[in-house]
């Protein structure tokens, strides 16, 4: 199952700003990534799924609006 960069970063139980400084990205790319305008880079996706603990095989990108955490 994919779940979203804002999925992702519920599992981590961050906020937006907290989860920015672990990727090592700006704020207003988070939202970017959650709206669907932007999409993380290999790195960063990988970042993500370290933090949320969630594997990067089932991180959805590209606008998914999946919000499921179940892993």
């Known amino acids: 199952m994919e779940v979203s960069i804002a999925a992702c970063r519920v599992n981590a139980k961050m906020t937006q700003t ?26 960063q996706l990988r970042k993500i799924s370290e933090i949320s603990g969630i594997p990067i095989d089932n991180i959805a990108v590209g606008g998914s609006k999946n919000m499921n955490c179940n892993s």
Do not use: C, D, K, Y
């Open 18 to 43: 907290e989860f920015a400084e672990a990727v090592g990205v700006s704020l207003p790319t988070i939202t970017n990534w959650e709206m669907g305008r932007t999409e993380p880079r290999l790195g």
